[in-house]
């Protein structure tokens, strides 16, 4: 719906500058802090996220007695129809008065076009390391080998709607098949949401417990 707004590598804002592919959206994504290259790690795994675009507009509204102009961080469309805008702050920041005036004219011009808008700051989105560490070993497991092995699929599944839970060492039918075909279809299977893990707490590897993510048939 909207193309990123990419600036020139010159212009003294944000304290890195990321570029990398988007399995979700199919293209490469331009992120300009550490801090927006975690968020988007989040984004990216969110099974719930149809698709997103970063620095997606720029907005112009009039802003006591002057006009102001500001360009969000994110928009994001979910799978229920929501869309959102998520401006990216650190927590320490937010007293900053230039940082005020930013969301105060994000906010108000979602709220002339009924959007939702969220500040997301380094509180939120590095609350788990683990989590952000795992989801960056999913995505690089997934460019380096995006199949996945049907035979193990659907075992797992079948196992699945009996056992409710299973710890992936101790699964029956582990010599089976590869470890390397193993994860990596666990891998696919968690980033479009088809089945669940505890990411947050636990690495990613054969001691995972894994369960259906509602009873979604993979």
């Known amino acids: 719906m909207y193309n990123p707004i990419i600036h020139n590598g010159s212009n003294k804002f944000g304290n890195n500058r990321w570029k990398s592919n988007s399995i979700k959206i199919h293209r490469d994504v331009f992120l300009y802090s550490d801090l927006e290259y975690d968020n988007w790690l989040l984004v990216e795994c969110n099974p719930k996220v149809i698709t997103f675009c970063e620095q997606p507009f720029e907005i112009i509204l009039p802003y006591k007695s002057q006009i102001r102009k500001s360009i969000p961080d994110m928009w994001i ?17 937010l007293e900053k008065p230039k940082v005020i005036e930013q969301i105060e004219i994000q906010q108000q011009w979602c709220k002339n076009k009924n959007l939702k808008h969220r500040v997301s700051t380094d509180v939120n989105i590095r609350n788990s390391k683990t989590l952000l560490s795992n989801y960056k070993f999913i995505i690089k497991m997934l460019k380096n080998h995006r199949k996945v092995n ?24 582990y010599n089976e098949f590869s470890s390397k075909d193993i994860l990596n279809t666990i891998a696919f299977l968690l980033f479009h949401g088809d089945i669940l893990a505890d990411l947050s707490d636990n690495h990613f590897g054969l001691n995972m417990e894994v369960s259906l993510n509602n009873g979604k048939r993979l």
């Open 150 to 173: 049907s035979n193990f699929q659907t075992q797992l599944y079948n196992d699945l709607v009996v056992n409710s839970h299973i710890k992936l060492s101790e699964y029956s039918v």
């Open 77 to 93: 469309l979910y799978d229920n129809g929501d869309e959102e805008i998520v401006e990216v702050k650190y927590a320490s920041d």
